[in-house]
Nanobody
Framework: QVLVVESGGGLAQAGGSLRLSCAAS????????LGWFRQAPGKEREFVAA?????LYADSVKGRFTISRDNAQNTVYLQMNNLTPEDTAVYYC????????????????????WGQGTQVTVSS
């Protein structure tokens, strides 16, 4: 089991920026499938971004959010720019520590370890 801990959420104004961090335990971090998901009140959890050799983004965040990873620090980041109130949600970091090549990176079911979530609130 991989321990996943997010940090960096908070309050931002529309047009502002926030950076989320996610630290994951375990060896072979460089081979992990890493993802970010979010869940707004009353809505289902949705895919935001993933990193596994390549990077993938939801259409709603493409061009505004950037996922990056520091394999030496076992950390993945989500840089969020030009935030809008529609980005308000709890953001979750997700990890698939093995067999990530056979997972659907856009589906929550493709991951086996999750963080506790961090709240992001964007005011207009």
């Amino acid at each position: 089991q991989v321990l996943v801990v997010e940090s960096g959420g908070g309050l931002a104004q529309a047009g502002g920026s926030l950076r989320l961090s996610c630290a994951a335990s375990g060896r072979s971090f460089s081979s992990f499938l890493l993802g970010w998901f979010r869940q707004a009140p009353g809505k289902e959890r949705e895919f935001v971004a993933a990193s596994f050799g390549i990077t993938l983004y939801a259409d709603s965040v493409k061009g505004r959010f950037t996922i990056s990873r520091d394999n030496a620090q076992n950390t993945v980041y989500l840089q969020m720019n030009n935030l809008t109130p529609e980005d308000t949600a709890v953001y979750y970091c997700a990890v698939k520590s093995s067999g990530g090549y056979s997972s659907n990176p856009r589906a929550a079911s493709g991951y086996d370890s999750w963080g506790q979530g961090t709240q992001v609130t964007v005011s207009s």
